[in-house]
């Protein structure tokens, strides 16, 4: 916690123009909503989750980015003992999953998910996310592997 302070009181001190131009990198959601306007979520090195700060935080799609946020500290909430947001280990960036990097610790995973891996989309100017069931009120393009041309 020492450590997100320090950082949040070195962001604190730019400029406004500085912090516009800045990239704040942290595990902590809690921390980053409050100096973002804009989160770009990575997960084995690549981007699984690019939105405007509010829309992230008022209906993430990424199951990762659901992960990270039920996982971020929260003031007088004790941590429960067994209670991690997340199941299994991170995989190896050199050998990662096939298809969707995240669907070996993804609670909504189906066949579809080992299958073809999901491009960054979004419905409309709210972002985008890479999962094949994100915005389930809308239909997902098709992924890469099944397009023509
Ligand atoms: S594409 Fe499948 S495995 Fe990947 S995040 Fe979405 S539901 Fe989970």
Not at 32 to 57: C, H, I, K, M
């Amino acid at each position: 916690m020492a450590g997100h302070l320090r950082r949040l009181i070195d962001f604190a001190s730019l400029t406004a123009a500085e912090q516009d131009r800045s990239v704040f990198v942290s595990h902590d959601l809690t921390v980053v909503r409050q100096v973002s306007s804009r989160v770009v979520v990575l997960y084995l090195g690549a981007v699984v989750e690019d939105r405007p700060t509010e829309a992230l935080f008022d209906d993430a799609q990424h199951p990762y980015t659901r992960a990270l946020m039920k996982a971020a500290p929260k003031l007088g909430v004790r941590k429960e003992s067994g209670s991690a947001a997340l199941a299994g280990e991170l995989p190896s960036a050199v050998d990662r999953p096939s298809g969707c990097r995240f669907r070996t610790r993804c609670p909504l995973a189906q066949s579809v998910c080992a299958e073809l891996e999901p491009e960054l989309w979004g419905p409309g100017d709210n972002g985008t996310a890479a999962c094949h069931f994100a915005w389930p009120s809308h239909k997902a393009p098709p992924p890469r592997a099944l397009r023509s041309g």
